[in-house]
């Protein structure tokens, strides 16, 4: 756009550029006061009857700015939010959701924050946002590196989700916490240090995850709790639990050997218990026939021995009937079982010369190899024993 000579350039229109000493404009000249008080007072007059304000005017126009000073009382509570109503300063009750009053300012005035929505605070770990790749996790080992009670290193990465309590939690989240967020992140490194601290690495990096998380919740608790900060924590979740990233190598190795250790800690505790019932087994059976046979041979001397007393009460009453009878069943125990061969002694040699001749054998053949008697097969076995 040309520039006009006669305007003394694009810096205004008088005679002199931007580093003269002319009159410069520097931007809208401001309104005059004087003239703008004139004109309100001619709206005023035209509005109000009479066209002058007047006592009647003052008391209208008070009554009205009162009115409105006390319809700003009025104040609405989101459903997730809870009111705190204080009055100079200082905190007087609790507002539910939805629409409610206080007094007008600077009487009382009133904060709303978020009651139920859930927070959350990370610990070793930071959210980074890449246009490239998305969002990653970077780890921050001033935080996450943590010494156990063995004198070990882990690095332990976690979140605690927390929100504001519901019940008069709202006040102390106001009034007691300068930094909430800063106070529940340095509480939860803290109480996890000393958790981490009166425990041992192995059931850390293993099975002890669910009770780590449950002591640094209640510790956490407790904690705020005592500050009166007004802060529920919700969870604590362990994100990751490893060896420093310097001896991840060589402790997995000493992992292994833990592992392979155990494996033949329970193959020889699954032989010893199958072999162990088995040889006590064994030995009750051998005790137990070692009982039976001890009964039965008691029982059986016992039974002998009776015997014995009852041929002796015979034998007393009628001892040669009773020497008799013994010979003969002696003689039939030992000659039933073999052959035999009858000789008459009238046909015996001397007499005129005659030979000897034997009467024919007329015991049964099958009888030749009948079993010996009983007594004789127990005398026996009492003698192989």
Do not use: C
């Not at 002694?345 to 010996?372: C, E, F, H, K, M």
């Amino acid at each position: 756009m040309p520039w006009s000579n006669q305007g003394g350039g694009p810096w205004g229109s008088g005679p002199k550029g931007p580093w003269g000493s002319g009159p410069q404009s520097s931007g809208p000249t401001p309104p005059d006061l004087e003239e703008l008080l004139r004109r309100s007072q001619d709206k005023l007059r035209r509005v109000l009857p009479g066209g002058s304000l007047g006592g009647k005017g003052i008391a209208l126009l008070v009554a009205g700015a009162v009115v409105l000073w006390g319809l700003s009382g009025f104040y609405r509570v989101e459903p997730d939010e809870l009111g705190v109503v204080m009055r100079f300063g200082q905190y007087v009750r609790d507002a539910k959701p939805g629409l409610n009053y206080h007094l007008p300012y600077p009487i009382e005035t009133v904060l709303t924050p978020q009651v139920t929505r859930v927070k959350r605070v990370d610990v070793g770990m930071r959210l980074v946002e890449d246009m490239r790749r998305g969002n990653t996790m970077r780890d921050v080992p001033e935080e996450s590196l943590m010494l156990t009670g063995d004198e070990n290193i882990v690095d332990v990465d976690f979140t605690v989700l927390w929100l504001i309590k519901p019940t008069g939690g709202a006040a102390q989240y106001l009034f007691n916490i300068q930094n909430p967020e800063g106070t529940v992140k340095a509480v939860a490194e803290s109480a996890m240090r000393e958790v981490i601290g009166r425990s041992e690495i192995q059931p850390i990096l293993t099975g002890a995850r669910q009770t780590i998380e449950t002591a640094v919740h209640e510790l956490m608790q407790r904690t705020l709790d005592s500050y009166g900060a007004g802060v529920q924590i919700a969870q604590v979740q362990l994100q990751k639990v490893d060896p420093p990233s310097q001896v991840i190598d060589s402790f997995r190795d000493v992992q292994a050997a833990r592992a392979d250790l155990e494996r033949a800690q329970n193959e020889a505790q699954t032989y010893a218990n199958r072999v162990v019932p088995e040889a006590r087994g064994r030995a009750a059976q051998i005790t137990q026939a070692a009982e039976a046979y001890r009964e039965q041979t008691v029982a059986e001397a016992r039974g002998q021995a009776g015997r014995f007393d009852k041929i002796y009460e015979e034998y007393r009453k009628a001892p040669e009937i009773t020497r008799e009878r013994l010979y003969l069943e002696t003689m039939e125990r030992l000659f039933g079982g073999t052959d035999k061969i009858i000789i008459d002694p009238a046909t015996g040699a001397g007499q005129g010369g005659t030979p000897v001749v034997p009467y024919i054998n007329l015991d049964d053949p099958s009888r030749r190899q009948a079993p010996q008697p009983q007594s004789s097969s127990r005398a026996q076995a009492g003698a192989t024993r």
